[in-house]
């Protein structure tokens, strides 16, 4: 970590603090625009502003433990301390090489072995309790409340699963979803939505709720307080599991206990956190939660490798113009070995299907596949090998599996199918990470719940689903508005981290002649808005969806997907707003990439390149929509151009058509 600059306040009094009232403590941020005041009464209460703009109204926070003590009320506040920090942090598998780190902090200890503290950062706050205890305890429950002081509308993310008054069945669940744009007085009383929430705030500004630096605790769920207030929820300790679930590869939890989590001794619990934005494309490069997450662990992660993924099982393993049956088996594998070594691209997963099914055991290898034999032809590529694992088939023997597939050559693991995040749940993937690390494994969380900074921990853990990924178009019905959930994206689920998207279609519908063809299967809107994913979508680990024998018939198309990197230098979001487009700049070397999604409404959009780029000419790469691609989606202009950029002639005017979108490599000449 680059340190630039380190100021800590010596510890203060309780007088010695700026105060609003003989209670309340205020804390802002470093450009002073964004106001936290701290209430210390009968309840700890906070309020935030945002330039005189009340974003959350009194908001009470306490824990509640299972011996009956509950701190934050009736808090006896021992003393408290300011500090100020301004720093720079390395991120060696990120969207931006430095990470700026600059907040002013509250840190208030009370009586009965606990704290609680608060961050400001200029664009946004967050809090967490700390435990000190020596001794074992459980937590019972904890009160995070969200009392937004208008019925403001939100974009909801509800459990998918149709429960109409089972709420326990919903800690089951896969965390995909798009979003119910409503009010919050709207909020359907028969549902939990997961994180991130994003709610519509005053003139325009916006409130992103998520948590961070989640290592051994439930995942919070939000639910409504009544009227326009939320409150967060979350799963109880699973007291008794069975196996089952998809393919018995699940853990199915069947009784539960009367705590949320439990502890050896005093923790460090989840950052709560608000993203605050003035314009809305601020929020599709938010660094908050890897800012909050535990910095990374003293182990060697220099091996870690970023890259694309030739991946089978989005296209069914659908090879053409081949001489052997296509399938899981030796001949289908080599080829798609042969197809990533032809075209640079790092890795390719075999999915389900290479372990015998129905046992759970990752040792059990179907006959048709030989995986030694591939992974010593994959390395005589130049290809490296991932393996999909269903999640208790790698938790019941972590350790033999990743020693013995890493002695083989195997250089990952997508686990997936975990659909829960209790404690129990939660701290598997800390567990996994750090195990895969022993052994030099990357991990791919599939299955899962959203980023909470994980990967700034272990950089090995390269990617996370918990995002309704293309996979949903393969079976997805005509009510499916993939399109739109992708320009809304960027602005909720994005914040919290990269996503396992998996883009790529080369089979491309307009909104009129989309459906589902889970053998075939195509996605919704241009072949540009696909080429654009690549650059807007944040994924270390980026697979192409499709087809080899497709992307070989779209050769100008996998050039440019192949070419395009998966972890970049700088990120410079230019413009966007939710649900409707956004545009976003990224670095790598010398090189810029741009790209621009569209919802389904036909418009221009203006690139600025003085927000990233110096005067001076550039070669330009730019894939358009077609002319036509309102009517066949996969219409597209591959142009090739140089640009002067003078003060006269840094903007541009770029045509979207109708789910579009827009891509460009540009280099300095």
């Given at each position: 970590m680059k340190k630039r600059k380190l100021f800590i306040a010596a510890l203060a009094c309780l007088g010695g603090l700026p105060l609003a009232s003989a209670k309340d403590y205020t804390l802002t941020s470093p450009d002073r625009e964004l106001v936290v005041v701290v209430s210390v009464g009968e309840r700890m209460e906070y309020t935030v502003a945002h330039n005189g703009d009340v974003l959350l109204d009194r908001s009470p926070l306490s824990m509640t433990l299972a011996d009956g003590t509950a701190w934050g009320v009736n808090p006896r506040l021992l003393k408290a301390a300011t500090r100020s920090v301004d720093e720079v942090i390395a991120a060696p598998v990120y969207k931006r090489k430095e990470v700026l780190d600059r907040y002013n902090e509250l840190q208030m200890t009370f009586r009965g072995?606990?704290?609680?503290?608060?961050?400001?950062?200029?664009?946004?706050?967050?809090?967490?309790?700390?435990?000190?205890?020596?001794?074992?305890?459980?937590?019972?429950?904890?009160?995070?409340?969200?009392?937004?002081?208008?019925?403001w509308t939100a974009y909801i993310p509800y459990i998918r699963e149709d429960r109409t008054a089972d709420f326990e069945s919903q800690f089951f669940n896969s965390f995909e979803n798009t979003y119910t744009h409503d009010k919050l007085s709207n909020w359907d009383k028969?549902?939990?939505?997961?994180?991130?929430?994003?709610?519509?705030?005053?003139?325009?500004?916006?409130?992103?709720?998520?948590e961070a630096d989640l290592m051994n605790y439930p995942g919070m769920y939000l639910y409504t307080a009544g009227g326009t207030s939320l409150q967060g929820v979350f799963a109880p300790y699973p007291a008794k599991m069975e196996q089952g679930g998809h393919n018995r590869l699940q853990m199915v939890v069947t009784e539960r206990e009367d705590y949320i989590a439990a502890f050896d001794r005093g923790t460090d619990f989840p950052w709560r956190y608000l993203v605050v934005s003035e314009q809305?494309?601020?929020?599709?490069?938010?660094?908050?939660?890897?800012?909050?997450?535990?910095?990374?662990?003293?182990?060697?992660?220099?091996?870690?490798?970023?890259?694309?993924?030739?991946?089978?099982?989005w296209n069914d393993w659908n090879l053409y113009g081949v001489d052997f049956r296509a399938g899981i088996n030796n001949d289908t594998y080599k080829y798609y070995i042969d197809f990533a070594a032809r075209q640079g691209i790092e890795y390719v997963i075999l999915d389900e299907g290479w372990a015998v099914n129905l046992q759970a055991d990752l040792m059990q290898v179907i006959p048709e596949?030989?995986?030694?034999?591939?992974?010593?032809?994959?390395?005589?590529?130049?290809?490296?090998?991932?393996?999909?694992?269903?999640?208790?088939?790698?938790?019941?023997?972590?350790?033999?599996?990743?020693?013995?597939?890493?002695?083989?050559?195997?250089?990952?693991?997508?686990?997936?199918?975990?659909?829960?995040?209790?404690?129990?749940?939660?701290?598997?993937?800390?567990?996994?990470?750090?195990?895969?690390?022993?052994y030099?494994?990357?991990?791919?969380?599939?299955?899962?719940?959203?980023?909470?900074?994980?990967?700034?921990?272990?950089?090995?853990?390269?990617?996370?689903?918990?995002?309704?990924?293309?996979?949903?178009?393969?079976?997805?019905?005509?009510?499916?508005?993939?399109?739109?959930?992708?320009?809304?994206?960027?602005?909720?689920?994005?914040?919290?981290?990269?996503?396992d998207y998996t883009q790529g279609a080369m089979r491309n519908a307009t909104r009129g002649n989309y459906r589902p063809v889970n053998s075939e299967a195509m996605s919704q809107g241009t072949r540009c808005h696909q080429l654009a994913e690549y650059v807007v979508f944040e994924s270390p680990l980026n697979m192409l969806c499709d087809s080899p024998s497709n992307y070989e018939q779209e050769e100008e198309c996998t050039d440019f997907i192949t070419g395009i990197p998966t972890v970049w230098d700088e990120t410079v979001a230019l413009d966007g707003r939710v649900g409707e487009y956004v545009i976003i700049a990224r670095r790598s070397g010398d090189t810029w990439y741009v790209g621009a999604l569209n919802n389904w409404d036909a418009r221009e959009v203006t690139i600025d390149l003085s927000a990233f780029l110096a005067e001076g000419s550039y070669d330009i790469e730019a894939f358009q929509d077609g002319i036509n691609a309102d009517r066949a989606a996969r219409d597209y202009r591959k142009e090739n151009f140089t640009l002067t950029c003078d003060p006269m002639s840094m903007k541009f005017g770029v045509k979207l058509a109708p789910g579009g979108g827009w891509a460009a490599k540009i280099t300095k000449k």
């Open positions: 072995n606990y704290r609680i503290t608060f961050r400001a950062y200029d664009d946004g706050v967050a809090y967490r309790f700390t435990s000190t205890s020596k001794k074992p305890f459980q937590v019972k429950s904890e009160e995070a409340v969200f009392n937004f002081p208008a019925d028969r549902k939990y939505a997961f994180l991130p929430l994003l709610v519509e705030g005053a003139n325009g500004k916006k409130v992103c709720i998520g809305d494309h601020e929020l599709a490069d938010s660094d908050m939660v890897y800012r909050l997450a535990t910095p990374q662990a003293d182990m060697d992660f220099s091996w870690v490798k970023p890259g694309k993924v030739a991946w089978d099982w596949i030989d995986l030694p034999m591939l992974a010593d032809y994959a390395g005589s590529k130049g290809v490296g090998l991932i393996l999909w694992a269903g999640y208790y088939a790698f938790d019941r023997d972590m350790e033999r599996v990743c020693r013995h597939y890493a002695d083989m050559g195997i250089k990952g693991f997508k686990v997936d199918f975990m659909d829960r995040d209790d404690q129990m749940m939660v701290d598997f993937h800390r567990r996994a990470a750090e195990m895969a690390a022993k030099k494994l990357l991990i791919d969380f599939h299955g899962t719940y959203k980023p909470t900074g994980l990967h700034r921990t272990y950089p090995n853990v390269i990617n996370y689903e918990g995002v309704h990924g293309l996979e949903q178009l393969k079976w997805g019905g005509t009510h499916v508005d993939q399109v739109t959930y992708d320009v809304t994206i960027p602005f909720v689920r994005m914040v919290a981290g990269p996503m």
